[in-house]
């Protein structure tokens, strides 16, 4: 995938992610971005070690181990914040 593809695929995963997750989050469109990018990487890290799969590109599996990574980070960045 092409750097336009990342981005792409990491806006509308962080999107997501943060639609499943809402709150009050510092960080606007950029943040978004990078949320569903490293949540791609963390999804496909985690799905490769499970025997899942892994981020290939855009299938729907990939696009699930991407929100499931974002929401991941999401969650633990809430979890430090918090505390």
């Given at each position: 995938?092409?750097?336009?593809?990342?981005?792409?695929?990491?806006?509308?995963?962080?999107?997501?992610?943060?639609?499943?997750?809402p709150?009050?989050?510092?960080?606007?469109?950029?943040?978004?971005?990078?949320?569903?990018?490293?949540?791609?990487?963390?999804?496909?890290?985690?799905?490769?070690?499970?025997?899942?799969?892994?981020?290939?590109?855009?299938?729907?599996?990939?696009?699930?181990?991407?929100?499931?990574?974002?929401?991941i980070?999401?969650?633990?960045?809430?979890?430090?914040?918090?505390?």
């Open positions: 995938m092409g750097i336009l593809s990342w981005i792409a695929m990491g806006l509308l995963v962080g999107v997501v992610a943060k639609l499943i997750m709150g009050k989050d510092p960080g606007g469109f950029i943040i978004t971005i990078l949320l569903g990018i490293a949540g791609a990487f963390v999804g496909g890290f985690i799905g490769t070690q499970l025997g899942i799969g892994s981020f290939t590109g855009w299938n729907w599996t990939s696009f699930f181990l991407a929100v499931g990574g974002a929401i980070i999401l969650a633990v960045y809430r979890f430090i914040r918090k505390n």
